[in-house]
């Protein structure tokens, strides 16, 4: 429903399986982050990546869950706008524009 | 308007009397600067300045005083936490507030209600009961309470949530629960400081923090630099903005949290009634509005926009609790910035970088801890090391694993 050009109402992700979706289908899962390895990581090291977030503005790199379809996919989203820059599945960022 | 009113009201020989002065310029150096005039910032300078004789202080505030978190809260006090640690930091706060009218000289309308956290299964009623233990074990008045007490307490209330939700099985009744004005703390406070020297500068803001061989040696302002070996950092919501500039990682992420008013109504709910349930908590205020809170946006944002599904979801929620609203207007709606920590309890204390202190961690609860947390971190910055009271705060308990579990009390509950 768009008000004006370029401005809509109603909030819409990209699912890459299913398309434009409203926000209302998704869950946020948090940012991406990588585990290191718990074998060799060092308490602190595991703290860290336990506890620690990114938290400062900026363009973050998140997991969303398309919840209808069960799709976990990864989002790049400002923090601050809330625009989506672009959505992908887990190991597709290559391919995908 | 009456001429003579309007004669006196346009007439310069009789200004309007400010509440404290406006600084033009900023010194290149003091004592101690504070980033933040919300009521945290504004009451651990008062504190610096009235318990510790520091005084050549700036605080640095990039918009008004005020307009961050402390003036877009619900105004909930209150000391039924969970852990012990909460438990007594909470209650060292109400006993502060209880006095602090009379200290500011100011009246804050400080007002006892009585604060109900409805339990809607055994569950829920189950942890009310093991808060309210540890709760009277730690001298607080907190209880478990039946339907029945809650139905005669607060009438207008449906025990049977208008069918759609689970049913009221009982509440955590704790008696001191209060509301205040929120925007009067932030201003006894800025009065107070700035009567005993403290420099407040509003449409200031912090820009970059100079660091030098592990010590704070500056900040960096849009109005220039200042010279200062001690800073606190009491900006809440703005918290992540603030620690890269420092090079501190920490857990906080920012969501933003919502709240509206309705229409003026003549006094008739008396109580705070909090539903974690149904994600809203409310109370009226002495201005005669209900004022209304939900829960946590669901996802990161740092950005005070406000939105329709909060508006729908906190009516339904009301009307749930309270079918006799369904005329009532909504006033006004808007959301404020919550610092995020995993264990719902705040970040305090003395950090890695030697002068660098952090007042965060606020998420949906820090307005009820204005006075103490100014108060121990005034204590914290003038002795350099971490009150008594805030040690189990200390953000190097993400590095110990020991974390201070309050999620059961600080969830909705504010
Ligand atoms: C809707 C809502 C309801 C709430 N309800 C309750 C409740 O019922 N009970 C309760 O206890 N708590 C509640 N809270 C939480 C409470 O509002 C906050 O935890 C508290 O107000 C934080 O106060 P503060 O002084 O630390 O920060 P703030 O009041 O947010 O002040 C921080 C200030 O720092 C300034 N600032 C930021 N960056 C810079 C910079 N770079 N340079 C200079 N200045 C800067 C900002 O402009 C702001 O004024 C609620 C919050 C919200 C949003």
């Given at each position: 429903m768009p008000l004006r050009s370029g401005i809509s109402i109603m909030k819409?992700?990209?699912?890459?399986?299913?398309?434009?979706?409203?926000?209302?289908?998704?869950?946020?899962?948090?940012?991406?982050?990588?585990?290191?390895?718990p074998?060799?990581?060092?308490?602190?090291?595991?703290?860290?990546?336990?506890?620690?977030?990114?938290?400062?503005?900026?363009?973050?790199?998140?997991?969303?869950?398309h919840v209808p379809s069960g799709t976990w996919f990864i989002a790049e989203r400002d923090n601050r706008t809330d625009e989506f820059v672009r959505t992908f599945l887990?190991?597709?960022?290559e391919c995908d524009g | 308007m009456p001429h003579r009113l309007l004669k006196?009201?346009?007439?310069?020989?009789?200004?309007?009397?400010?509440?404290?002065?406006?600084?033009?310029?900023l010194k290149s150096e003091y004592d101690a600067v504070i980033i933040g005039g919300g009521g945290h910032g504004l009451a651990a300078a008062y504190y610096l300045a009235k318990d510790h004789g520091i005084t050549n202080v700036a605080i640095l505030e990039k918009g008004y005083i005020g307009g961050g978190g402390t003036g877009r809260n619900t105004a909930i006090i209150r000391s039924n936490y969970l852990t012990p640690e909460g438990i007594r930091f909470y209650q060292g706060s109400v006993e502060l507030f209880q006095d602090l009218s009379r200290e500011l000289n100011l009246n804050l309308f400080y007002s006892k209600r009585g604060h109900f956290t409805l339990a809607h299964s055994p569950a829920s009623l189950r942890t009310q009961r093991w808060?309210?233990?540890?709760?009277?074990?730690?001298?607080?008045?907190?209880?478990?309470?039946?339907?029945?007490?809650?139905?005669?307490?607060?009438?207008?209330?449906?025990?049977?949530?208008?069918?759609?939700?689970?049913?009221?099985h009982g509440a955590l009744y704790h008696p001191p629960g209060a509301v205040a004005r929120h925007d009067a703390v932030a201003w006894g406070y800025a009065r107070g400081a700035d009567r005993r020297g403290v420099e407040i500068h509003q449409r200031t803001a912090v820009t970059d923090i100079e660091i030098r061989d592990g010590a704070v040696?500056?900040?960096?302002?849009?109005?220039?630099f200042i010279k200062t070996r001690k800073v606190l950092s009491a900006v809440a919501g703005w918290t992540t903005h603030i620690t890269p500039m420092v090079g501190l990682r920490t857990p906080l992420v920012i969501h933003p949290l919502q709240a509206m008013v309705t229409e003026p109504l003549k006094p008739w709910l008396n109580s705070i009634v909090v539903s974690a349930s149904l994600h809203l908590y409310v109370s009226q205020s002495s201005r005669g509005e209900l004022v209304a809170g939900a829960s946590l946006d669901p996802y990161e944002l740092i950005s005070m926009r406000s939105t329709l599904d909060f508006a729908e979801g906190m009516s339904t929620g009301l009307l749930d609790l309270f079918p006799c609203l369904g005329d009532i207007k909504v006033l006004r709606q808007w959301a404020g910035l919550?610092?995020?920590?995993?264990?719902?309890?705040?970040?305090?204390?003395?950090?890695?970088?030697?002068?660098?202190?952090?007042?965060?961690?606020?998420?949906?609860?820090?307005?009820?801890?204005?006075?103490?947390?100014?108060?121990?971190?005034?204590f914290t910055m003038a002795e350099d090391r971490d009150?008594?009271?805030?040690?189990?705060?200390?953000?190097?308990?993400?590095?110990?694993?020991?974390?201070v579990g309050e999620k059961g009390a600080a969830s909705v509950g504010h």
């Open positions: 819409i992700i990209t699912c890459p399986i299913n398309g434009p979706r409203p926000l209302q289908e998704f869950h946020f899962g948090g940012e991406v982050r990588t585990m290191p390895d074998n060799s990581a060092t308490d602190e090291q595991w703290a860290d990546y336990v506890f620690n977030r990114e938290g400062e503005p900026g363009l973050k790199r998140e997991w969303w869950y887990y190991g597709a960022e | 006196f009201a346009l007439s310069k020989k009789h200004p309007e009397p400010r509440m404290f002065r406006a600084p033009t310029e808060r309210a233990e540890v709760n009277k074990h730690l001298g607080i008045d907190s209880r478990v309470v039946t339907p029945e007490f809650i139905k005669e307490t607060v009438p207008e209330i449906d025990l049977h949530v208008g069918g759609h939700q689970a049913p009221i040696a500056g900040v960096h302002t849009d109005k220039g919550c610092d995020m920590t995993p264990d719902f309890s705040p970040i305090m204390g003395v950090t890695p970088i030697k002068g660098f202190y952090i007042d965060a961690g606020w998420g949906t609860w820090g307005f009820k801890a204005t006075p103490i947390s100014g108060k121990t971190m005034a009150h008594k009271l805030i040690e189990a705060f200390s953000l190097s308990r993400f590095k110990r694993l020991e974390l």
